[in-house]
C-alpha cells in the first residue's frame, strides 16, 4: 500500500485548507485511514480516521467540529477538511493506512503498517 498526501500550504488564522490522501495498493473494506500530525518538538498525534472503508469517524477532541474526514472510493482518495484553522494547528500532517486495526487501537501512529510523506500545514496569526 502506498499513500501520497498532498494539499498544505501556508494560510491564516481561520482560514481552511483540505488535505488530500491517494492510497493505492491493496485496500479493502477492512482498510483504516487515518491522519496523523507533527509539530515542531513534539510527538506525532492522532488528528482523525476514517475506520474500516468508512464504517465510522473518529476525530481527537481539538479536530472535532473543525475538522472532517471523508473519502472518494473512485478516486482511492481520503480527505481530511480543516476549517477555523489556528496557529496551534501548523505541522506536518501524515496519512495512514492498515488493513487489520480495531476501533480501540485507531488513534495509536504505531498501530499503522503504511504511511505516506507528509505535508507540511502553517497557520500564521
Known amino acids: 500500500v502506498q499513500l501520497q498526501a498532498s494539499g498544505g500550504g501556508l494560510v491564516q488564522a481561520g482560514a481552511s485548507l483540505r488535505l488530500s490522501c491517494v492510497v493505492s495498493g491493496r485496500t479493502s473494506s477492512s482498510t483504516t485511514v487515518g491522519w496523523f500530525r507533527q509539530a515542531p518538538g513534539k510527538e506525532r498525534e492522532f488528528v482523525a480516521a476514517?475506520?474500516?472503508?468508512?464504517?465510522?469517524?473518529h476525530y481527537s477532541s481539538s479536530a472535532k467540529g473543525r475538522f472532517t474526514i471523508s473519502r472518494v472510493d473512485a478516486k482511492n482518495t481520503v480527505y481530511l477538511r480543516m476549517d477555523r484553522l489556528n496557529p496551534e494547528d501548523t505541522a506536518v500532517y501524515y496519512c495512514?493506512?492498515?488493513?487489520?486495526?480495531?476501533?480501540?487501537?485507531?488513534?495509536?501512529?504505531?498501530?499503522?503498517?503504511?504511511w505516506g510523506q507528509g505535508t507540511l500545514v502553517t497557520v500564521s496569526s
Open positions: 495512514a493506512a492498515d488493513h487489520s486495526l480495531i476501533l480501540s487501537s485507531l488513534r495509536i501512529a504505531n498501530q499503522y503498517d503504511y
Open positions: 476514517s475506520f474500516r472503508a468508512g464504517t465510522s469517524t
